[in-house]
């Protein structure tokens, strides 16, 4: 059964650092997403992409963050200036077609570490 | 804005017992969608059942199973039969029918299954 992949697991990086973040979403999906879970937190809505444009973001998603599709499989976060308060797993998911409830479907996650 | 609260942080259940978690939300939209995920110790979130909010049965899959209470906005999960492999976080999730699809999450509920 195909699968939504993330690299790298595990990401350990200086504050103030640049960070990308990659998923490769299932092959035929259309919308994509990145959410993140801080240590002990809940699950947290950051970005929705679809047809190369963010159709949602979060308060989260400020400045700092960016998303792009720069080719036909891959999909990414990036974080410009990392803070300490960015530690934590980002997951990213998608569906095939919106509009209707269609599932989520979740990657392994990232678990970025800010030192 | 929609929340989603899982008032139980913790449950345990002997292996072959019935659980059931609870969720609550709070939204004033009449057409949404509510979710089940999983979140093993792997991370990964899987999904493990959905209810349309204009569905008036509860959905059931194979041990799994919602009581869905729309007028007291609440949405359980019932784990029948419970197996090692049930032990998990488990999500309760919230996505609205129109101009959105970002799922909002409870805090979760870790769930311990003893044999």
């Known amino acids: 059964e195909p699968e939504v992949t993330q690299t790298p697991s595990h990401q350990v990086t200086q504050m103030g650092q640049e960070v990308i973040l990659r998923c490769v979403p299932i092959?035929?999906?259309?919308?994509f997403y990145w959410y993140r879970q801080i240590l002990g937190q809940k699950v947290e809505f950051l970005v929705s992409f679809y047809n190369n444009e963010i159709s949602e973001k979060s308060e989260i998603f400020d400045d700092q963050f960016s998303v792009e599709r720069p080719d036909g499989s891959n999909f990414t976060l990036k974080i410009r200036s990392t803070k300490l308060e960015d530690s934590a797993m980002y997951f990213c998911a998608s569906i095939p077609t919106s509009g209707i409830a269609d599932t989520q479907y979740f990657g392994p996650g990232t678990r970025l570490t800010v030192l | 804005a929609q929340t989603v609260t899982q008032s139980q942080p913790e449950m345990s259940v002997q292996e072959a017992e019935t659980v059931t978690l609870s969720c609550t939300y709070d939204?004033?939209?009449?057409?949404?969608?509510l979710f089940w995920y999983k979140q093993p110790p792997s991370r990964q979130m899987i999904l493990v059942i959905r209810?349309?909010?204009?569905?008036?049965q509860n959905a059931t899959e194979n041990r799994f199973s919602v009581n869905f209470q729309k007028a007291a906005k609440s949405f359980s999960l019932k784990i029948s039969d419970s197996q090692l492999g049930d032990a998990a976080m488990y999500f309760c999730?919230?996505?609205?029918?129109?101009?959105?699809?970002?799922?909002?999450f409870g805090t979760g509920t870790r769930l311990q299954v003893f044999p």
């Open positions: 209810q349309e909010a204009y569905k008036q």
């Open positions: 999730a919230y996505r609205g029918y129109y101009n959105t699809d970002k799922l909002i």
């Open positions: 939204t004033s939209e009449s057409d949404y969608y």
């Open positions: 092959s035929n999906h259309l919308y």
